[in-house]
């Protein structure tokens, strides 16, 4: 695409909703002293229905067992395949001046349209 990745909508089949695994901390800039705010996500390689679209994707199956403390990295599995869909979506989706009632920046559209 000449003017940037496409963005796709993704979700699970059975559940529209997916998770996100995280991690926040506030921290102290040792050069400014400003205190600062950071966060990641938790990833794991993207299975093979992700892989054309991105490198890395959220394990979904694990989630219970993640929140409850009972599971380390070994759980850090790409979700199974079938459990999730995806369609191309407008690079509206992306704009900070998009109106936030509108839903057809997640419409389906054909790859690399608006």
């Known amino acids: 695409m000449a003017n940037g990745k496409q963005p796709f909508f993704i979700s699970g089949v059975d559940q529209p909703v997916l998770s996100v695994a995280g991690l ?3 921290w102290k800039n040792r050069e400014t002293g400003e205190t600062l705010r950071s966060c990641t996500m938790i990833v794991t390689h993207a299975n093979t229905f992700m ?3 991105h490198d890395r994707m959220l ?3 694990t ?3 993640w ?3 009972g599971v380390g990295t070994e759980a850090l599995l790409p979700t ?3 459990h999730l869909r995806a369609w191309p979506v407008s690079r509206r989706v992306n704009s900070s001046k ?3 009632d509108d839903q057809t920046p997640i419409e389906a559209i054909e790859s690399g349209g608006a």
């Open 98 to 100: 998009a109106d936030k």
């Open 63 to 65: 989630l219970e067992p």
């Open 51 to 53: 892989s054309d679209i």
């Open 67 to 69: 929140l409850r403390g």
């Open 24 to 26: 926040w901390d506030n």
């Open 59 to 61: 394990g979904q199956e």
């Open 80 to 82: 199974l395949a079938g």
